[in-house]
């Protein structure tokens, strides 16, 4: 009869199983505990971030408005000014016009001369 060449398994005692389960419970264990510990902290860093983001868009979109009312009031002063200064021009050429026409003496007429160079620079 022929031997077989193939080594018998390698054979565990009782304890040998028990330590060889505890060793394999203990780490998957610590390895579930460790993957829920970083879930936990990925959670956190989530609502952090989201909560961060939430009140700078905030911030930013109070500011734009604050910065829009700003620009908004200076145009409107800008625009005021430059009404009051057509106005002011105007009126200074209508004065111009009439000290020119109206003036029959010299020294008005040499006022007169001055004040339409003045006038003719608007």
Not at 91 to 104: A, E
Request: hydrophobic letters at 30%.
């Amino acid at each position: 009869m022929a031997t077989l060449s193939v080594k018998p398994g390698q054979r565990f005692t009782l304890p040998d199983w028990h330590i060889n389960s505890d060793l394999l419970s203990t780490n998957a264990e610590r390895q579930r505990s460790a993957s829920h510990q970083i879930r936990q902290e990925a959670r956190i860093l989530r609502n952090e971030t989201n909560n961060q983001t939430k009140w700078d868009e905030y911030d930013n979109r109070t500011r734009l408005n604050e910065r829009l009312d700003i620009v908004n009031r200076w145009k409107e002063t800008l625009d005021k000014c430059l009404t009051d200064m057509d106005t002011e021009i105007n009126s200074l050429t209508q004065v111009c016009d009439g000290l020119m026409s109206s003036s029959p003496q010299p020294i008005l007429q040499e006022i007169s001369r001055k004040s339409s160079m003045f006038c003719s620079s608007f």
